[in-house]
Each structure stands twice: as C-alpha cells, then as structure tokens.
C-alpha cells in the first residue's frame, strides 16, 4: 500500500478511468471542435441567429462520431459505452453547448433499444448522419394529458406536451400517450404537430407540443413501452447530471481564475481565508458530483433497473446540490461582473439552475430515492 | 406589536394607496414584472402632492416629522401593497447626506428637486477595479480655475440612463497618505455637461438597468463640490449607512412571500409536508428579521444609533430574499425554465418571470457592500482579531 | 431620523427595553445570586449530590420574588409582566441553572389562571416561598396513556408520563388525563404516584411517572381544560426559548473569549477569517433568536391564541436553528478542550441539544405553524 | 461496482465475523454501546489466527497480499457488521511508518508486537498549546549518553491508559531555523519507564478515553528514536496521511445509517415525508462519498498517491457521521435527553445512548486536523493566493 503525503503534486481531480484511452481522444477531438464551434461570440450569434443554433457545430458532432456512439453498427453506429455518450454531454456542459445533444441521444437510444427494425432503419441512419434531430416529449400538460385511440388502421393522438427539451428543432418527436391505461410510446414527425418554440433562461432551446388530433400509421408506435420510457429518463437526467458537471468544472475553474487575477485591498481575492474555504467546498462539491455520477451513468450500463433508478436518482439530488452551491457562489465571487450578459458567470449559473428544474426536481428524485431504499 | 393608533394610520396609508396608484402597476410591482419610467414618475408626483415623497426627512425640508415607528409602517404599507419604489439615490442616500454636509446654496436648489422627483439621481462609486474596495478608485478630478475637470470610468452605474444627476467620488489627491484621504465628492449634471458617455451594460435577463459611465474632460463647477474636498470617503460612508437602513428589505420579503403561497397554494404544494415546511421556515425567518428590526427600531426611536444589527438585517435579509425567489422557482417546476413573454406557459402565465426573479436577485447580497463585507465589518466592530 | 455610521461605538446587541428599570435591577440581584451559587464546582457538586440541585439556591430565588412574579397578591404573588419570568429564565440559562424553574413557573401559572380560590391556596403560597416546586406531567407513553375515571366521589387516575421535565424534584404535578374524550388536569401530590427519576444529558432533572390506579379527592381537578393546558405548554415552550437564549449569549461570550486567547500558527484564533465569519454569523442568530423570542413573550401575555400559537412555534423553530449552530461551533472551536467535563462548552452544548428535543421537536413546531399560517 | 469475485470474497469476509466475533459483542458495536478491552482484544487474537490482522501490510511483515480493493471490502465489510475496531495507532498509523523508516530492530521487535495485539501503541504528538498547530509543541528530549531525557506534557493522548507504548513527537533541537526542523518522534515504553504520569480527562460523557500525559525526567532508550534525528516533522505527516485515509468512515457511515433507518421504521418515522427525505439525504451523501472513495482506490489501483480527494473524504465523512448521530437523535425525540442506564426509556431502551453518540461525534470534525485545516491543506494544494 503506497504512503500518502500531504505534499501531493497532482491536485486537480483526475477524473479519466482506464477503459480510458479511445474516450479521451474523442475528448480531445471534441474539446477542439468547440474551441473552433462555440466561441463566446458564437455561442451567442448561434443564439440569437434564425436557425438558432450551430448547424457547423451539428456537422461537425455527426463527423466526430459522437451521434453514433453506442447504436447499432447496421444502422451506421459505433460500439461505445453510455460512459462515452456521458463524456460528451460533460465536456458540452463545460462548452454550455446549444444544441440538443442529450435529447436527441436518448430518443435514438430509445429507438435502438425497443423500435423494430424497419423503424430503426427509418431513423437512425439520419440521426447517425446528424440530418435528424430527435426529442423525447413526456412531460404532459396536466390540463390535457396525450391520449392515443385507435384509428382505422392507424393511431390518433390528442393532447399537449409542455416544455420539451430540443423540441424547438427536433425533426422526430417520441410521443408518450396514454392508451388503455398503459403508456405507449409513438415515432411522430415534427411536421405533424404544432408547435411553439422558445428559449429558456439559460438560452436552450424547447417547445410546448400540441398535438390536435394527428393521425399516425399503424407502424408509428413503438413496440415497447413504460419500462423503456423509464429507462430513457433516467438516461436523460444521468446526461443532465454529466452536462452539469461539465458546467460545474467550467464554474470552479472560472471563478478560481477570476479569484486569483481580482485585486481588492491590495491583495488577491483568492488570498481571503474565507473565500478559500468557499472555493475548497466548490471543488468537493465538484468531485462529489463528478463521481456520483459515474455511478449511475454505469448504472444505466447495467441490466438492474432498481440499482439504475436508485443511483439516478442519488446523482440528481447530489449534482443539484453540487450545481446549486456552484452556480451561486460563481456569481457571487464574481461580484456585479457575474451577472452580465458578456461573461460566462451568468450563463453557468443559469445552466445550473435550469438543470435543477429539469428531469425532476430534487423533491421528486428524494422520494423516489427513498421509495426505493426505505 | 403596534398601537391602536398606529393601525389606524397604517389603514390610512394603505387606502392612499390603493386609491392613488393605480392597480395595474400595482400588480406589476408585485409580480416583479417591471413598470415604466413613466409610472414611477406619477406616482412619485401623487406622494409629493400628499407632502408623503420623504417620510423620514425632517420637516423644514419638506418630511413628516413622523416617528421611526411611523416611517417604518408607512414603507412597510407601500411595499406590502406593491406601490412603486421611488428609489434611494436621492431620496434616502444623497438627500439627508446634503442636509448634513450641503452648502446652503446645495440644499436649496437640490432637495426640493429631489422631493418633488424633478432631479433623478445615481450613484457613482463603484469602478471596474473597485467595487468592495471602493478606496482604490481611480477616477481624477482636477481643479482648474473654477471647475473640476474630471476624467475616469464609472461602472455598475445602476439606473444612470434614466438619471439627469450623479453624485461621484473622484480622486482628489492622488499623492495623500491614505488612499481614503485623497477622494472628495462632486454633483455632476449629466443631463447638460459635455464629454459623458454613458454605455449600458446589459445583464443575461436581458436589461439594462445599469452602465458603465465615462468622463473625458469633464467640467463640473466648484460650487458643485459636497462639502470639503478630500473628505468624501468620509460622506460615502455616510450615504451607504443611510442605504443599509432600508436594506432589511421587509416590504418586499412580505410581497414575495405572499405571492410564493398563492402559487404554491394553486400548485397544490401546500400539501406537500415537505415543501409546507420550506415555506414555513421562510415565513419564521421574516419573522425573526422583522422582531430584530422592531427592537432596532425601538432603539432609535430611544435615541440609539443603529450599529451592527443594521449589517445583520442586510445579511439576513438579503439571504431571505434569494430563498423566496428560488423557492419561487421551485414552486413553479420546469414552467421557470422558458424566458421572455413568448415563451408564457399557457396554464402558468406568470412562471417565466420567476428564473428571472431569482436570477436578478442574486444582485443583493452583492451590492451595498456584499455580505463577505458586512460580515467583515461586523468582525472589526466586534474587535475579533485585535488580539492577533 | 438619525444618520447611522459604520463606526457603532456600542456594538454588542442591547436587548433591555423601555419596561426595563424594575427588570434590569431583579436581572442584576439574580446574577449576583448566581455568581455565589453557580459557580462551575457547586454546579458539578449540586448534580452529584444526592439532593441534586442546590436547595440554597432556590430559596435565593424565592427571596428575590423570582417564584412570585405575575402570581396573585392575595397568594403570596408579585404583580409581573411574563417578560420577567423570561427575564429570569433567560439569566438562568446563561448560568446553566440546574433547578426546575421554568417547570414550577409553569404550574403555578396554571394555577394561579385555571385553579379554583381553594386550589390557588392550597398551593400557591407554598410555591411562592420556595416549598413547593411543581411540574406539569403532559406527554404521554403511547402505549400507556393516562386515563382518569370517576371513582367514588373523586377520581382514579392510571397510566404513565415519560421524561417529565422536573419531575424528579416536584412536590406537587399537574397530570394531564384523558376523561370521556377530553383533556382533564389533576393536581396530583408527588407521594401518590410511583416516579423514576433520572438526569439528562445536560445534568437536569427529570422523571417518568407512573399511575398506577391513583386515587384523588374531587377537588383535585383543576376546573380549566385544553385552552389552559394549551397556554401553558405554550408559555413553558417560550421560556425555554428564553432559557436557550441565555445558554446561546454565554457560549458565543465563551467562544469569543477562548479564540481570543487561544493562539494557533502565531495568531490569535479569532484573527483568521473564517473564524470570524463563524462568530459573526453565531451572533447573528443570537440576536435574532433573541428578538423572536421576545416576540413570542409577548403573545404570550395576549389573549389571541392563535397569535400566541404561532409567534410561540415560530421561537421554537428559530431560536433551535441558531441552538443548533452556536452549540456545535461552540465545540468546534474549543477544540478537544470543547469535549471535556471540565469546561462549560460541553455543558453549553448539551444543553442547547436538549433544548431541540424538549417541548416539541423543530417538525412538530414548523408544521403547527404552516397549519396556522397557509 | 464489484467482481463477482470480489464479492465472494466479501462474503467469505462476512461469514468469519459472524462465527468468530460474539453477536453480543457485534450488537454492541452497532449500538454504539462500548466494549470491554478483552472484548477487543479476544477480536484481534481471532483474526491474527486468521492471518488478517493487518491486511493491508506487506506480505514479509504479515500482511495479506490483497489489493486496495480487498482491503477496502475487508474493511467495509467488518464495519458493516459490527466487528470491533482494532485500533489506528499501531496497524494503520505506526505501522506502516516504522516499515519504511525504523531500524531493523524495531521492525523486528514491534512489527510481530502490533500484529498479534500484545503491544497496544497510542500517540503522543498533541500539547496543551498544540493542537492542530503541532509544530509550536513544547515536550523535550536531550540526548544523555545513550538516553534522551524527556520532560514536558503530551494532551488529548486517546487510550494511553490503555496502551503500553507511545510514539511521541518531542523537541530535540530548540535552536533549529523552524519549528517543524527540531522535532524527532522516539518510541516510549509506557509500562516499564519511571517519570510517567497518565492522567485521566473525563468528557461530559462520563467516561475516559482520552488523557494528559506528564514526563517528568523519563528516560528512553537511544535506539528508539524513529529514522533519524530532527525529521520526526516528515514522519508525522507520514503517520497523519496513513490515518487520513481511513477517516472517510464508510462501514461505520454505513452502519449508522442501517440503525437510523431501523429506529426511524421502529418509530413510525419513515412514513413522515419530511424525515424521510431527510434520511435520503444522508443515504446519498454516503453514496456520493463512496463513490469518491472507489475512485481514489481504483486510482490508488494504477499507482497514483490519494491527493486532496483524502482530505474530502475526511471533511465529509465527518460531516456525515455527525449528520447521522443527530438524525438518530430526532428519531429518539425526547428519549434521547435521557442519560445513562438508569435513565432508560422502558419502550426504547437504546435511546439513552444517542445523545451520547451525538455528542462523541463532535470530536471527528476536530481531530486528525480540524476540517478547517483539512480545508486549509486544499486550498494550500490548490495553490490558492498564492498570487498574493
């Protein structure tokens, strides 16, 4: 057993693993394509431009691969482990990248894991290709929940979906509806429905969806259903969880960056015991919420449906603390400066706080936590 | 807690103002959904008219002569029925520091045009290296012959696109012992004065409500310097003493925390044993700050100088703030994410403004002296350390 | 209005009020009292005598009037505010008083607002000179609840109360009984019922008393019922707080003490900074803890139940957070020195800690208070 | 997170406790109820037999073999069931010092002594004045011929009535350039050397497990100075981060937890939304640290030294552990102000105990340096201020 010293000369976290190598090249590659896609600057011309997000930046994402990972290789995928796919989400939670990556890497997921083959072949060569951008539509408007009926030979659908993340410019939606009391699932063209799109605080994008009567064929629904809905979520808030490390890292880094070149008093910020101590806790938290959620992404690896939701919901309520204490004292050791709209300060925390309210807050990931484990 | 009489005129206060602001701005102020320049203004004009503009002013200045007790109902009243803020710069910071330190000339033509909202004022303090640390400001003013010429930057300039006066720290005397010694205080025109640019600054929500201001060659006229020259840290000090006191911000935590139970209430959470009990401790922590502020209140009616429970209000209060608006967010789920009218939640249509609540409140335990300051004040009054 | 400046030449909060002179001078008698009687030895001595408290000191208290005060004249009593009960409460948590005074208080308050003339002269006198102490038995076993029948002409009480505060010492209890649906009280002599009595954490005394089919006179009920039973359980609940209060003053005067003296690395303790953020922020909740509890003083010498129901919990909740903080950072900062019999920051803590678990847990007061309030 | 491998080993583990370890002994443990020394010591002679005293140690010196990830389940394991703990001073902390910088004679003669429990060592490194700032301590030792002479006064000295051996930390150069460059650490006998005076320091639990130690004249062997003179500074370090790593206390996390939920389910409590979430809480604290806690074996696995993700670990282990103590005590409610046997709740006879484990628990977020120095050392990692 090797003797530790206090004298330790690597201080950051190191956060690779050893089925690491192939992943951090990818990491490499992806952290070039961002450092040429999302500039300040263009991270807020993609943002206020029509198209509203960066088709290069698409491009370049379907090129890398990285909208292959883990689908099937006929379809035009690549062999990977949900850990890649978390890779990216994390290193474009620190770039706070716009588009809809984790939106439309579950829904291909979803459809890799319970579509037929025909549907499979009919959607995950675009996606793979990065021509189709996907979207999971769950969260019912609790005043007109989705109802699917049988239709002639086909479905229809009714209802609205509210707030759907990447729906703004999804060209596939997944429809969860109700359908004789079970929940079923529906392959739906954007073309199809209505939809209003808008940005939220944190400048991503969504869209309520209103589906007013729309007729699908028959082979529209999905074989499989409310296990693999659930299975879906989870991979989405696990990918939540990754994308708000990466902005918890980016946050830590800027404000220590920020702490340590800002004077006042004659001295560094960063030489005020006080703020020390307030970093010291930010960098645990960042390690706490780096690791915890690497426990649930590998539990969503895993074929354990309990352990999934258990460490999935554990990875929530923790990263959210995590992003909560980080995203706030970003701000605020930046002073006035961590409230512009020209500094990333304020992006992060926004980021931070919209992840909180995203994929079930943390009372709702607490009980479920402690339904399963009390 | 309050006497039969002073409920009395609490019921006075707010009957004026339910019939003298109109109810549409009303309830802009308490959704924090922002009013216009305009509005404030009608209102600012309906007090005056009604000799109520500055409460706390004594009376031969055009105040009320009202007791502290008084002067607290009275801004709790507005605050709590959503009238409009007529701001402190002039009313609250710089007007009673001239009644103290003005020339004669000073109050004269100032504070009537305070009262009456005829002069809007800003602050200009705060510069890109000197925030907390407000002595290391950079900003020069010269006197040549019977100007100061000033030169410099100004930044987080709240409300200076709206405001035609600021009153500023400039550096004096560059070469005086102490950096506080060298700095005096002037009243600029910006309305009428040449070579001042004023850029905004615009935050993530979106607005501007603050600048960045800047001087090349500025002439402001000697009269126009607030007591002695090279003494003006000592009058700053005075003005952010005289903001700390309405910095407990009791009016608005009682707003917010009525409005968190109504959306709590139509979101079904006040039957949610955990979120109840959030709630809860929210409302014990305003009550615990409004007790410390009555006591404090009871002081200075007594004759005391408030000290450190004014630092202590500033914390707490801040804080309390920053809980409600996030418990806001919280209460309103993923319907706070969507920005800006056009992404309104069809069933939730005030829910977009809370993100931007929250986010904007993260501004109070920065400004005024963030609260690593106040805590830092607190430790020197207390002697902590002298030991060292 | 008067200008405030930074420079505060008196910065220690200043709790007096107007009604103060009478107050402040019986404030001054009970700590020159408490200076002879409590010093550090005598407390240990009197908790490790087979008496256990000090007999000496409570006939200090009843020649101060302190067991008089706000109780009828014609019984002995000295007209009084409630706020002088606390006043002495306060003083006495500061000395970490071992005696059951704030039981007593509470008894012969109930007496003196609920008794009947013949009860109140039964006993009252006897309290006032320091005879009789007194404790209200309330909480119940749950699995043996006291029940009260008819029995002949007078009563038959049977059951169990646990940890009753006092208890152990009483002369005389008030016994909490349930009786055809409602809540009877019953002067119940402490020769009739078998006790257990024990020491707390925090060296007080208590007991659990047994009912084993006793036998009581008609007039040993009390003709008053829940609204009286209800104020007093609310009124013992405020002078605990009051009790806290003083025990919260004395660890932060100890704590500012010890990390002004203590060097560490060459330096005063109380010179780093986050030590002083520590100590700023103790003294905050010191002195909002002090400014609710007076709050709920007052409502208690109102007549809106409902007022004093909410300003009492709302004191129970804040002043347990800043109980909590000030306890724990009390020890924090002495060090291992804040573990040891020894010294009084162990005997601050305990006391503190048990202060949360008496009269009411922080759960139970925040839910009365949202059920009063949403 | 294990290999079907490693969890049959854990299992193997778990089967010996419970045939080896008494239940009363184990329940005990659990309960937080104290053992007798001869309760621990029959514990440490079962598992020497079994060859698993230290596993952690090198083979040559009668350790395991096993990787960190063994050693972590063998750890965990034993803790989970409540197996006594045998003690940091002599496996975990001396130890693994003597192997890398005692004489071959003291391996020789304190290596088997430690291993099979016939020695039991405490640690003399704190002072009245020395606490966590332990280069300021006061203790000398002069070398006479072939003694070094000691006098001077060691404090919070955990089991020295227990123990008979010391490792101490003592001044033996007063001239040297700093103060951590005179410090040598000398192996002490404590049964068998005049000049010793152990005193007992009772807590406001009642009980003695810690003591001051006065040397009044003591007289040590020349040869039981550790490595060389003047560099017991380097090896005290050495001895606190060999103890740092077992401070993130999972097993014992683990099985505080296990009792508050069974106490909680006992009192109807987990069916209470608010305390239920509140043990979730914890519970995933617990996970987050565990997760931390692979990571850094699994880098340990590959070679790297554990860094500040140690000094984490023990910040927030500790943390929780004080978190969990407090929990059982709400769960108690009013029971727990109960102190000692006799004071005994007859419906819950083990919550006279929690307010004492509450209190007990305060220590861990003192000792092994104080979580403001463990905060300290990161930030001094980090390189913070170093732009002062």
Chains 1, 3 share one sequence.
Not at chain 1, 35 to 43: G, I
Not at chain 1, 49 to 65: I, Q
Not at chain 1, 140 to 149: E, F, K, N, S, Y
Request: proline share 4%; hydrophobic share 45%; charged share 25%.
């Amino acid at each position: 057993m090797t003797i530790s010293t206090f004298a330790d000369p690597a201080p950051a976290i190191d956060q690779t693993d050893d089925s690491g190598d192939i992943r951090d090249q990818l990491r490499q590659s992806l952290e070039t394509v961002l450092a040429r896609h999302y500039s300040f600057e263009q991270r807020r011309d993609a943002h206020e431009s029509e198209a509203r997000e960066s088709a290069a930046a698409w491009s370049a994402y379907a090129e890398l691969g990285l909208l292959a990972l883990s689908l099937p290789e006929e379809q035009g995928g690549l062999p990977a482990a949900f850990a890649d796919i978390a890779m990216a989400a994390e290193t474009m939670g620190g770039a706070m990248v716009l588009e809809p990556y984790i939106p439309t890497m579950v829904a291909a997921r979803l459809i890799a894991a319970g579509a037929t083959p025909a549907q499979q072949a009919a959607w995950l060569p675009g996606i793979v290709k990065g021509r189709v951008r996907a979207a999971l539509a769950h969260e019912d408007d609790g005043a007109r929940p989705v109802l699917a009926i049988r239709h002639g030979d086909g479905w229809r659908l009714r209802g609205r979906k509210l707030t759907v993340a990447g729906g703004d410019s999804a060209d596939l939606l997944i429809v969860s509806a109700r359908l004789d009391d079970a929940i079923a699932l529906f392959l739906v063209p954007a073309g199809a429905v209505e939809r209003r799109a808008y940005r939220c605080f944190d400048w991503t994008g969504a869209a309520d969806i209103l589906l007013d009567n729309v007729d699908l064929p028959n082979d529209a629904r999905l074989p499989c259903g409310e296990d693999a809905l659930s299975a879906a979520l989870d991979e989405a808030t696990a990918l939540a969880c990754a994308d708000a490390v990466g902005s918890i890292r980016a946050a830590n880094r800027l404000t220590r960056d920020h702490t340590h070149t800002r004077r006042q008093f004659g001295r560094s910020l960063d030489s005020f015991q006080v703020l020390q101590h307030r970093l010291v806790d930010m960098l645990i938290d960042e390690a706490f919420a780096a690791a915890i959620t690497d426990t649930a992404i590998a539990a969503c690896d895993g074929s354990d449906a309990t352990a999934r939701m258990r460490a999935v919901s554990a990875a929530k309520v923790r990263v959210g603390e995590a992003a909560r204490l980080v995203g706030e004292q970003c701000v605020q050791l930046h002073g006035g400066m961590g409230l512009v709209q020209e500094y990333q300060a304020a992006h992060l925390f926004a980021r931070l706080g919209l992840f909180e309210l995203s994929y079930g807050d943390r009372n709702h990931h607490l009980e479920r936590y402690a339904a399963l484990t009390l | 807690m309050f006497t039969a009489q002073e409920q009395e005129f609490a019921e006075e206060v707010r009957q004026f103002v339910r019939s003298h602001c109109p109810a549409e701005v009303r309830a802009k102020v308490s959704e924090a959904a922002g009013i216009t320049a305009a509005e404030r203004q009608a209102w600012h004009r309906a007090l005056h008219a009604r000799g109520w503009a500055a409460p706390h002013w004594p009376l031969e200045h055009g105040g009320t002569g009202w007791s502290a007790i008084q002067c607290y109902i009275f801004a709790e009243t507005l605050a709590e029925e959503g009238a409009p803020d007529l701001g402190s710069f002039g009313l609250k910071m710089l007007g009673p520091t001239l009644m103290h330190y003005g020339t004669q000339a000073q109050k004269s033509r100032y504070l009537p045009r305070i009262l009456s909202g005829e002069d809007i004022w800003c602050q200009g303090f705060s510069e890109p290296g000197a925030g907390s640390d407000l002595a290391s400001l950079k900003t020069r003013a010269e006197l040549v012959d019977d100007h100061w010429v000033v030169n410099g930057q100004k930044m987080w300039t709240t409300m200076a696109h709206e405001a035609n006066m600021m009153f500023a720290l400039v550096r004096t005397d560059p070469a005086a012992p102490k950096p506080q010694m060298g700095i005096s205080m002037l009243l600029i025109d910006l309305a009428n004065t040449p070579g001042i640019d004023i850029r905004p600054i615009i935050l993530l929500n979106g607005e501007r409500t603050t600048n960045e201001v800047f001087f090349d060659n500025v002439k402001v006229p000697a009269a126009n310097l607030v007591g002695e020259a090279n003494k003006g840290w000592t009058y700053s000090r005075v003005v952010l003493g005289n903001e700390r006191l309405s910095i407990a911000r009791i009016g608005i935590n009682r707003r917010q925390l009525a409005r968190l139970k109504r959306i709590a209430g139509e979101q079904g959470l006040t039957a949610s044993p955990t979120f109840r009990a959030r709630i809860a401790e929210a409302e014990i922590e305003l009550a615990a700050i409004e007790a410390l502020a009555m006591g404090m209140l009871a002081r200075v009616r007594a004759g005391f100088v408030p000290g450190i429970e004014a630092n202590m209000l500033k914390i707490r209060g801040s804080e309390l703030q920053q809980r409600l608006t996030r418990l806001l967010v919280e209460a309103a789920g993923r319907s706070a994410a969507r920005h800006g009218a056009e992404a309104r939640d069809p069933d939730r249509p005030w829910a977009h403004r809370l993100f931007k609540n929250h986010f904007d409140t993260r501004v109070v335990s920065i400004y005024g002296g963030s609260n690593e300051i106040q805590r830092n004040i607190i430790a020197k009054t207390l002697g902590l350390g002298g030991g060292k």
